[in-house]
């Protein structure tokens, strides 16, 4: 298996527009993550689906982040509009447990001008 | 409010040398705790585990102590590599009677540097 695939992996782009993350997860693993990782709050949990539905969005700073998962291959974290303090690295997992050890992609640095 | 700490944000340590990475929480129902490992321009990956019903774990130069009662746990890499060199992050959830395991806690991290 390739892993959890995430993409871009890297994106600029400027104030107020509207970015899409993507990601694929380990396929048979039923629990997806998206985190944010910052310098001053490390890794943060944004949401977390179960089976494609959302289980936990209660991470989410704010109704400018989406996240949605059509089907057990695909999910995706939406901002819009993009403010420079969303800039950071955005990480997608997934697991067979919601506790048990999660795989990470490698990440999407996002940097909001 | 922060529930898992890692209070130092660096480490630096010789090569051949422990690394002591420490991480404390804060919420007593958390009986699982994970290490994981991150390379710059990676995602973290699992590197240990331990259950909140053991007081050590040991997987090669890893080993996981956990102090309930302080409410502390610590990871000790023997003897440290340049390889080892990473940013280092805690993480906890509940399982509980139930079996249901929580969502993960993850700590700020720590940048551990293996020097030559």
């Known amino acids: 298996d390739a892993g959890v695939i995430q993409s871009p992996r890297h994106e600029v782009t400027e104030m107020g527009q509207e970015v899409t993350l993507r990601c694929k997860p380990i396929s048979g693993h039923d629990y997806l993550f998206w985190y944010r990782q910052t310098m001053m709050r490390g890794l943060e949990l944004l949401i977390y689906?179960?089976?494609?539905?959302?289980?936990?969005d209660s991470g989410m700073p704010e109704d400018r982040f989406s996240a949605k998962m059509p089907n057990a291959s695909f999910s995706t974290l939406k901002i819009q509009p993009s403010e420079p303090r969303d800039s950071a690295v955005y990480f997608c997992?997934?697991?067979?447990?919601?506790?048990?050890?999660?795989?990470f992609g490698p990440g999407t640095r996002l940097t909001v001008l | 409010d922060q529930q898992v700490k890692q209070n130092s944000p660096s480490l630096s340590v010789q090569e051949g040398r422990i690394s002591i990475l420490n991480c404390d929480y804060t919420n007593s129902m958390f009986d699982y705790f994970l290490w994981y490992k991150k390379y710059p321009a990676e995602g973290p990956t699992f590197l240990i585990s331990i259950s909140s019903i053991k007081d050590k774990n040991e997987d090669g130069r890893f080993t996981v102590f956990l102090n309930k009662s302080a409410k502390h746990l610590s990871l000790h890499i023997v003897p440290s590599q340049p390889g080892d060199s990473a940013v280092y992050f805690c993480a906890a959830n509940s399982v509980g009677y139930t079996g249901t395991a929580s969502k993960l806690t993850f700590g700020t991290g720590t940048r551990l540097q293996v020097t030559l």
């Open positions: 689906f179960n089976n494609n539905v959302p289980i936990d």
């Open positions: 997992a997934s697991s067979l447990g919601v506790g048990t050890e999660q795989f």
